[in-house]
């Protein structure tokens, strides 16, 4: 089964459009990480939300962690084809030590 | 500075063979962990080493899959008897430390089991 739930799966877009991308899950988690990975390369972190409702932006991408800390959205506003690859989720599973969980992530294609 | 490397990039072996894959994590950081990433699918956990000791090896598949870090710097993980659903690519990543948010992962090993 799988922890966090991405949606949707796929995006294609043109750039200039604005986009929503969504985890969710049913477990409360104590901070929740967003990733984005380029095709031939590892994951690179984008974010740290870690308080219910907090609100992040970096650049044109807004991040917001939900009321109960069970889920995420990540908003992209004109996008850009430099926007285009894989966004991924990925919360801790627990303990001491930091080990994430990933969702199956968002494929996104931005077209120019 | 020099970010987390795997070699080799691409490795294409046959069914039954044995495999080693490398990391070399950033100078520094103590953790290093082993992620396996199938097609379509985010990475998922295969073992985490504190130092020269795999803390949490809970990921690893089955005992084909073995990982080792003798020096705590320089990371192995071996595959005996590959089968084709081996096939994935396999990423390294690192941190400063064991609670540390911030993993820097490398670009992975694409592994092909004919």
């Known amino acids: 089964t799988q922890l966090l739930e991405q949606s949707p799966q796929f995006l294609s877009i043109q750039e200039g459009e604005n986009l929503t991308v969504y985890c969710n899950s049913s477990?409360?988690?104590?901070?929740l990480q967003w990733y984005r990975q380029e095709p031939g390369e590892g994951p690179v972190l984008l974010v740290t939300?870690?308080?219910?409702?907090e609100v992040k932006k970096l650049k044109r991408l807004t991040f917001q962690f939900g009321d109960a800390r069970k889920d995420s959205s990540l908003h992209i506003t004109a996008a850009q084809p430099g926007d285009t690859g894989l966004y991924l989720c990925a919360a801790s599973r627990s303990g001491g030590s930091y080990i994430p969980t990933f969702g199956r992530g968002t494929s996104l294609i931005v077209h120019p | 500075g020099a970010g987390v490397s795997q070699t080799p990039s691409n490795k294409v072996t046959e069914k039954g063979k044995y495999v080693e894959l490398r990391c070399d994590p950033i100078?520094?950081?103590?953790?290093l962990y082993w992620y396996r990433q199938s097609l379509g699918q985010g990475p998922e956990f295969l073992i985490y080493?504190?130092?020269?000791?795999?803390?949490?090896d809970s990921g690893l598949p089955n005992d084909r899959f073995f990982a080792v870090r003798p020096e705590g710097s320089v990371s192995t993980l071996k595959i005996q008897r590959t089968e084709r659903g081996d096939s994935a690519v396999y990423l390294c990543a690192s941190s400063l430390g064991p609670a540390q948010e911030t993993q820097y992962f490398g670009p992975g090993t694409r592994l092909l089991v004919l």
């Open positions: 939300v870690v308080t219910g409702g």
């Open positions: 477990s409360v988690f104590s901070s």
């Open positions: 080493f504190q130092g020269t000791g795999a803390a949490d």
């Open positions: 100078s520094g950081h103590t953790a």
